[in-house]
Nanobody
Framework: QVQLVDSGGGLVQAGGSLRLSCAAS????????VGWFRQGPGKEREFVSA????????YYADSVKGRFTISRDNAKNTVYLQMNSLKPEDTAVYYC?????????????????????WGQGTQVTVSS
C-alpha cells in the first residue's frame, strides 16, 4: 500500500511559479511511474505529466510543455512538479498518482486508469 501526499499549491499571479511535491509513504516509489493530473472547475481530470522510476523518461501534456518540469528524488521518495509561466487556465486541483511501470507502451501513462494510488490533491489558483 502506498500513501501519497500532495503539497505546494497556492495562489499565484499569471506568469508566476509554483513547485508541487508528492511525498510517498508506506512503500517506495522507486519502481513506479508517477504522474500528475489536474481537474479544473467543471472539467474532467486530465493528464499533466509523468516520470518513470529512473527519471530518465518524462511525459507532458501539450498544454504544459516548455513550462512545467517533472522530477523525482527516489532517495526522498518524492516527486516534484515545477510549474513556471503559470496561466489562469492552469487553475485546478492537482493530484499525483502512482502506478506500475509499463512493459508495453508509455501511452498508458496518460490515462487515469493506469494509476493505483492517488494523493488527496492540492489547489492551484492562478489569477490574471
Amino acid at each position: 500500500q502506498v500513501q501519497l501526499v500532495d503539497s505546494g499549491g497556492g495562489l499565484v499571479q499569471a506568469g508566476g511559479s509554483l513547485r508541487l511535491s508528492c511525498a510517498a509513504s508506506g512503500r517506495t516509489l522507486s519502481t513506479s511511474v508517477v504522474g500528475w493530473f489536474r481537474q479544473g472547475p467543471g472539467k474532467e481530470r486530465e493528464f499533466v505529466s509523468a516520470v518513470t522510476w529512473s527519471g530518465s523518461s518524462t511525459y507532458y501534456a501539450d498544454s504544459v510543455k516548455g513550462r512545467f518540469t517533472i522530477s523525482r528524488d527516489n532517495a526522498k521518495n518524492t516527486v516534484y512538479l515545477q510549474m513556471n509561466s503559470l496561466k489562469p487556465e492552469d487553475t485546478a486541483v492537482y493530484y499525483c498518482a502512482a502506478g506500475p511501470m509499463s512493459v508495453y507502451s508509455a501511452t498508458t501513462y496518460y490515462t487515469r486508469t493506469h494509476y493505483n494510488y492517488w494523493g488527496q490533491g492540492t489547489q492551484v489558483t492562478v489569477s490574471s
